[in-house]
């Protein structure tokens, strides 16, 4: 969304917040029905850093975690850089979910697969998520399929059978269950790219697994949250052509165990401020890749192996605030920044010969700091919420590249 439309979907909120500002508090009851404060459900623009302390309040967390769907029944939008919509229903005893959107910043898509079609220009696939839930454990099933088959009849009568793989397909199931005082989560994805095809001697492809594990403290915690795990991810990247398939340089394996936490260190009945460090360590082992380089003699040729690691920790500190201007309105900040420490090395072996390079780097500003603020307007029965946020140190004061969304929740 541009920067004239979160413009637009602010000042709107802000015209809101006005009426509603104006409303007394017993005519203020009667449209929330009962006081509402903090209670509600929150869209995908809050808690956008992460912060487990919030996490059981924001439906961003929910699609890893489906297992938070029960007890609830809403329909949702979102109208922003990740065009979705979102539906949980059914009885006490278990709870359905139905959702359509995009990959792009779709929660529990692996940002590791969302990279790859980044990287294709498929940042818009569409996306199926079907799943449920009840009071033991939850389950979601995400698929989206890009491919094109076609059959064409040739005038002699012979038909020509056509399957293209666009950059896309993704299949994911998210799994989680509350264990007593604390709380469960694993997922599993694979996503496929495949380009280039012109025929069967050309072809690019591209396969992401993602693996994820994590295990923390939610269901008990009262102000100090954690929750720790670990993911691995393999990128399986080739290309093929007559001389035969080749490894790209990009292929590689990811092992990042993981730890974060977040404290609520600021509570009353009409404002909080929770703060919280998002860290991952990342060991990166590239394969193998052995080339075969022409000499300037002809038919003399050499091999040339050359093996990579990449190691980083990346620490990610955040603060989250909100504020009730009256039990029908909320307005909420949020900064997280990363800093990361990186190291690698690289060997390179030549007719006996191994060069070898290696690096480090510790990284304050990159890539970014980023800031969101936002309004919500909440009745009992309906919400809205609109946020602008901010890559500062890139991008601060440049109305090109503010982003902006516009979410909605109807409640039942």
């Keep these: 969304m541009n920067f004239k439309v979160s413009i637009i979907a602010i000042s709107l909120l802000a015209v809101c917040a006005a009426a509603a500002a104006k409303t007394s508090k017993k005519q203020a009851d009667s449209v929330a029905?009962?006081?509402?404060?903090?209670?509600?459900?929150?869209?995908d623009v809050y808690n956008q850093v992460?912060?487990?302390?919030?996490?059981?309040?924001?439906?961003?967390?929910?699609?890893?975690?489906?297992?938070?769907?029960?007890?609830?029944?809403?329909?949702?939008?979102?109208?922003?850089?990740?065009?979705?919509?979102?539906?949980?229903?059914?009885?006490?005893?278990?709870?359905?979910?139905?959702?359509?959107?995009?990959?792009?910043?779709?929660?529990?898509?692996?940002?590791?697969?969302?990279?790859?079609?980044?990287?294709?220009?498929?940042?818009?696939?569409?996306?199926?998520?079907?799943?449920?839930?009840?009071?033991?454990?939850?389950?979601?099933?995400?698929?989206?399929?890009?491919k094109i088959n076609s059959t064409e009849t040739i005038a002699d009568g012979t038909e020509a059978t056509t399957s293209v793989t666009l950059p896309g397909d993704i299949f994911g199931l998210n799994f989680s269950m509350p264990l007593g005082g604390y709380f469960l989560r694993a997922s599993a994805s694979y996503g496929n790219v495949e380009l280039n095809t012109v025929?069967?001697?050309?072809?690019?492809?591209?396969?992401v697994i993602s693996l994820t594990v994590g295990f923390g403290n939610p269901p008990s915690a009262e102000r100090f949250y954690w929750e720790g795990g670990l993911s691995l991810d393999r990128y399986s990247l080739t290309e093929k052509d007559p001389s035969g398939t080749k490894t790209k340089p990009e292929a590689r394996s990811e092992i990042s165990p993981f730890f974060n936490v977040g404290y609520k260190a600021l509570v009353d009945d009409v404002a909080r401020v929770v703060w919280g460090f998002n860290n991952k360590f990342v060991f990166v082992p590239y394969d193998e890749r052995k080339e075969i380089d022409l000499l300037?003699?002809?038919?003399d040729t050499i091999q040339i192996?050359?093996?990579?690691?990449?190691?980083?920790?990346?620490?990610?500190?955040?603060?989250?605030?909100?504020?009730?201007?009256?039990?029908?309105?909320?307005?909420f900040g949020e900064v997280s920044h990363n800093i990361i420490i990186a190291f690698g090395n690289e060997e390179t072996t030549a007719k006996d010969v191994t060069t070898k390079e290696s690096y480090s780097a510790m990284l304050f500003l990159v890539p970014k700091t980023t800031v969101s603020a936002g309004l919500r307007l909440q009745g009992k029965r309906a919400a809205m919420e609109a946020v602008l946020t901010e890559d500062f140190y890139t991008s601060i004061f440049k109305a090109n590249l503010f982003h902006g969304a516009l979410n909605g929740f109807i409640y039942f």
């Excluded at 919030?54 to 850089?81: D, Q, V």
């Excluded at 300037?296 to 038919?299: A, D, K, L, N």
Aim: hydrophobic residues 35%; aromatic residues 12%.
């Design 33 to 43: 029905g009962e006081e509402i404060g903090f209670s509600q459900v929150r869209g």
């Design 296 to 299: 300037t003699s002809p038919g």
């Design 199 to 207: 025929s069967e001697d050309y072809e690019d492809l591209n396969n």
């Design 50 to 146: 992460g912060n487990p302390a919030i996490g059981r309040l924001s439906l961003g967390g929910w699609m890893s975690r489906p297992s938070h769907f029960f007890g609830h029944k809403f329909f949702y939008a979102n109208l922003g850089e990740n065009y979705r919509g979102l539906v949980s229903w059914g009885d006490e005893e278990m709870k359905w979910i139905l959702g359509y959107g995009q990959t792009k910043n779709f929660s529990g898509i692996p940002t590791e697969i969302q990279d790859v079609l980044d990287n294709f220009g498929s940042n818009a696939l569409g996306l199926l998520s079907f799943g449920l839930a009840n009071s033991s454990f939850g389950v979601l099933l995400n698929v989206g399929l890009g």
């Design 305 to 331: 192996t050359t093996t990579k690691s990449d190691a980083y920790l990346v620490i990610s500190p955040n603060v989250v605030g909100d504020i009730l201007i009256t039990d029908n309105l909320i307005a």
